[in-house]
């Protein structure tokens, strides 16, 4: 299982300030479960793991195999909720270079719509012009302009070039069961769709055919990362008492932190396959919490790589952070520094040593420099890359997010604040129905 450690989160914070915190998240556990809080139209996800079924599961992984049989490459045509989680399970689990080989077991994974970089676009078509590829179309509201508009170049992409039959069999969507364009789309074209619960949000969708059919076409075991989910689900109930329920106890460090001024958590790995798991947890704090004038800032660094970047700030700067620290227990290769006589890079020292001894010495000498320079750590450590850590922490990170927003009295499952761009960006682009936006934007140039 993963655990949480808060030993190192500095003077600022008590054993008996944390276990203050015992009912107002029993108060925030009780909103979530019989619903009585904000945005409870959104719980969704609170016992989703437990309750997906074997049938739904094979019917992911049906479709999984025959986008894998037809498709030397699938793009995840996604934005936000609507990608970051598959996006991080996929790379989390991946081998770092596979896609950059001839024969591969599994198709390369590409992601789109997330953007609209025209560049980015462009190139995106010109690689597949040459290959079997496969859409899985995903947004809740079906009408995203970012993920809408990389779908119309797809499609026709693909319709173009393996036929309208195969584009039929090739081009996926997951959506609202009833409403949106997407939805429109799928229906009058034929495609395999799946459905994205009306209770459950964007952010909170890593576990819906959001995430596990990208998850599960990637090669992946969905049916262990539910597992995982599930056990986490358990460890973190309602009835599990305080002390000894992680999100409770990270939920409510956070709060404390933020209480004493830390007004920025850095996630922090030290494996580079964890860096979407970052991003996917920037957007569930981010959007979560970021309203009303409140919230922790999530930010996020990959290390080593970035202490020889924003290392001097965190250790020197503003002394407003605080940092939680993901640890990888276990890798799963083994890879030895070897000897070498001359010894001119001077490395003998290390030699005979496991990689990731080097790794960890880093990663516990950085804590120690770090909470000395006034930073306090957590540290959530996971046994292992695989399906079912993941799931765990992925779950830990939901049912946290769901507590830590309520201690912070707000609603943590709306956002409110992402349509602003939107409505300004519609009445710019002259949408249909802006009219009086767009007269009133014109004014302001
Ligand atoms: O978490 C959220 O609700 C958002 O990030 C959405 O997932 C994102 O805006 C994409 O929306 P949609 O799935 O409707 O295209």
């Not at 989703?48 to 490459?73: M, Y």
């Not at 034929?190 to 949000?201: E, K, L, R």
């Not at 919230?295 to 250790?315: K, Y």
């Not at 799931?391 to 707000?410: D, M, P, T």
Request: charged letters at 25%; aromatic letters at 8%.
């Amino acid at each position: 299982m993963i655990s949480l450690n808060i030993e190192k989160t500095g003077d600022l914070i008590s054993k008996e300030a944390i276990a203050a915190y015992e009912s107002s998240v029993k108060e925030a556990q009780v909103k979530l479960e019989k619903g009585t809080g904000l945005g409870n139209d959104f719980l969704g996800w609170l016992h989703l793991p437990s309750s997906i079924t074997q049938a739904h599961l094979t019917e992911l992984q049906t479709t999984a195999k025959l986008l894998r049989e037809q498709c030397d490459v699938v793009v995840v045509a996604g934005i936000g909720g609507s990608y970051l989680g598959a996006r991080a399970v996929i790379e989390a689990l991946s081998n770092s270079f596979t896609w950059l080989q001839e024969k591969r077991e599994s198709p390369i994974m590409i992601y789109a719509g997330h953007n609209i970089g025209e560049d980015y676009l462009h190139e995106l078509t010109e690689f597949l012009k040459d290959k079997k590829f496969g859409v899985i179309n995903i947004s809740k509201s079906g009408t995203t302009t970012e993920t809408a508009l990389a779908f119309r170049l797809l499609k026709k992409q693909c319709e173009d070039q393996r036929g309208k039959a195969v584009a039929k069999q090739v081009i996926v969507a997951v959506t609202d069961a009833q409403k949106g364009a997407a939805r429109v789309t799928a229906d009058q074209e034929g495609y395999q769709t799946f459905v994205i619960p009306d209770n459950v949000g964007g952010r909170f969708s890593v576990l819906t055919p959001v995430g596990l059919l990208p998850i599960a076409v990637a090669g992946f075991d969905i049916e262990r990362l539910v597992a995982g989910a599930a056990d986490m689900e358990k460890a973190c109930g309602s009835e599990v008492p305080f002390a000894e329920n992680p999100a409770a106890i990270y939920a409510a460090t956070r709060n404390e932190l933020y209480k004493q001024g830390k007004k920025i958590e850095i996630l922090v790995n030290y494996n580079p396959k964890l860096h979407y798991v970052n991003e996917w947890w920037k957007q569930l704090y981010g959007e979560s919490e970021g309203k009303e004038n409140k919230g922790i800032f999530p930010a996020a660094v990959d290390f080593s790589t970035d202490l020889h970047s924003m290392g001097q700030w965190i250790q020197e700067g503003e002394r407003i952070i605080f940092e939680t620290v993901i640890s990888v227990e276990n890798p799963n290769h083994t890879l030895t520094v070897p000897s070498d006589e001359a010894n001119l890079d001077g490395l003998n020292f290390l030699a005979g040593k496991r990689v990731d001894e080097v790794n960890k010495m880093a990663e516990l000498g950085t804590q120690l420099a770090h909470v000395d320079g006034g930073v306090p750590n957590m540290r959530i450590v996971i046994p292992e890359l695989s399906e079912y850590s993941i799931g765990q922490l992925l779950y830990f990170f939901e049912k946290a997010c769901g507590i830590s927003g309520y201690l912070l009295g707000v609603n943590p499952f709306n956002q409110p604040g992402v349509e602003a761009y939107k409505k300004n960006m519609f009445a710019l682009l002259n949408k249909p129905g802006y009219e009086e936006e767009s007269k009133a934007i014109r004014a302001r140039l």
